[in-house]
């Protein structure tokens, strides 16, 4: 489930009888429940509008899904060896381990 931009994953408590959920692309905790599959989206989105509104009343900026900065430690060796490669190739480093990934997962969703 995706609203906001933010990411939900669902699973079902079968003892319980309820869904129950997580937002999984931010650090905070956001939960939710519910009992039917439109209680449980409902509950989902109003989760959502409660954790910015929280975060409003307390002057704080939310945690936004997904900066696109992602901080990566690499061996030396392979570091220096892509280093290599993306200047071979006239791109910075970052572009070639961008395009590198996008190859990557066009291949994984294209198999």
């Given at each position: 489930m995706e609203y906001k931009g933010y990411v939900g994953t669902v699973q079902f408590d079968e003892e319980a009888e309820i869904f129950h959920g997580e937002v999984i692309n931010m650090r905070d905790v956001v939960t939710f429940q519910g009992d039917t599959v439109e209680g449980l989206k409902k509950e989902f989105q109003?989760?959502?509008?409660?954790?910015?509104?929280?975060?409003?009343?307390?002057?704080?900026?939310?945690?936004?899904?997904?900066?696109?900065?992602?901080?990566l430690r690499l061996d030396p060796d392979l570091h220096r060896n892509l280093y290599i490669r993306s200047k071979k190739e006239n791109k910075s480093l970052n572009n070639w381990i961008v395009d590198a990934l996008k190859k990557d997962t066009k291949a994984q969703q294209d198999a």
């Open positions: 109003l989760s959502i509008d409660d954790y910015l509104e929280f975060c409003s009343e307390r002057g704080e900026e939310p945690d936004k899904p997904f900066s696109g900065k992602l901080t």
